[in-house]
């Protein structure tokens, strides 16, 4: 058996679903990172993540794999801000399927048994691109929740709404989406109170069903798998000493993702009979 987990950037991996790479590392599995945007256009900012990375995937006992396709900012020529990453960032069709087909041949070359993918939550173009890529796993494809974007309840419902259409029952204003992103970690992805209406807009919207399901599934872990997870989060220095705004993995898993009996993660599956782009 072989799990191969697909990460947008050197870090997602472990931020999102840690859990699941250990408990399947340690039932004898074979477990590979792959994570896809791995140039930032700095060759010594490049190495010291790539390193970072081996640490991270040593706790876990797991192989590594970087596909080298550039990180957004320089791939885009945009500024790293909420708005140009994630609000106003379109697809690119040709960049999804050049992924597809490096993805499919990795599966391939790795004997693949089942594919982790990210959802999307959050909304970075690097994110929804890979997930846009799926179609190279068919059927072993599976997907993980983006943190900490899916600890902000309003990340979450955005997303449902995209792969599934409908309408919120109470869409959240402004400064409940504020107060969100503040709990959930989010505060230093620098979200502008624009972007906050925005997204405020895109949530009372109402849209139209897409034929999508989402089947979640809750794995809840013994509380010492969260002592290893955090240890695999903090090997990524260079990135969780901005990213959490001041508070610490510890800190943040412990208040948001831990339970008195253990602590969780979500794993997705996708049913769909149209094809979801984005």
């Known amino acids: 058996m072989t799990s191969l987990y697909v990460a947008p950037h050197l870090d997602d991996i472990a931020l999102s679903c840690a859990g699941g790479v250990l408990a399947r590392a340690r039932a004898r599995r074979r477990v590979v990172a792959c994570t896809v945007f791995t140039k930032s256009g700095d060759a010594d900012i490049d190495r010291t993540r790539a390193a970072e990375d081996a640490r991270a995937m040593a706790i876990a006992g797991a192989e590594r794999i970087d596909l080298g396709f550039a990180d957004a900012p320089i791939r885009i020529g945009v500024r790293a801000s909420f708005r140009c990453l994630a609000l106003d960032a379109p697809i690119d069709r040709a960049l999804v399927r050049e992924l597809t087909r490096a993805l499919a041949a990795e599966i391939r070359r790795v004997g693949a048994t089942e594919v982790w993918l990210p959802l999307g939550i959050g909304g970075h173009i690097d994110h929804r691109t890979v997930f846009a890529a799926r179609a190279a796993a068919g059927p072993l494809a599976r997907f993980y929740e983006d943190r900490p974007y899916a600890f902000v309840p309003a990340f979450r419902d955005m997303r449902r709404l995209e792969l599934v259409g409908g309408k919120l029952a109470r869409p959240p204003d402004a400064s409940t989406i504020a107060r969100q992103l503040d709990d959930g970690g989010c505060t230093a992805l620098a979200v502008e109170p624009a972007d906050i209406a925005t997204l405020a807009a895109k949530l009372a919207r109402r849209r139209a069903p897409t034929g999508a399901v989402l089947r979640t599934h809750v794995l809840r872990y013994e509380l010492p798998t969260l002592g290893d997870a955090v240890a695999m989060i903090e090997a990524y220095g260079s990135q969780v000493s901005w990213l959490f705004g001041g508070t610490t993995a510890r800190e943040l898993w412990t208040r948001l993702a831990a339970r008195p ?18």
């Open 261 to 278: 009996t253990g602590w969780y993660e979500r794993e997705v599956r996708l049913i769909t009979t149209k094809n979801l782009v984005y």
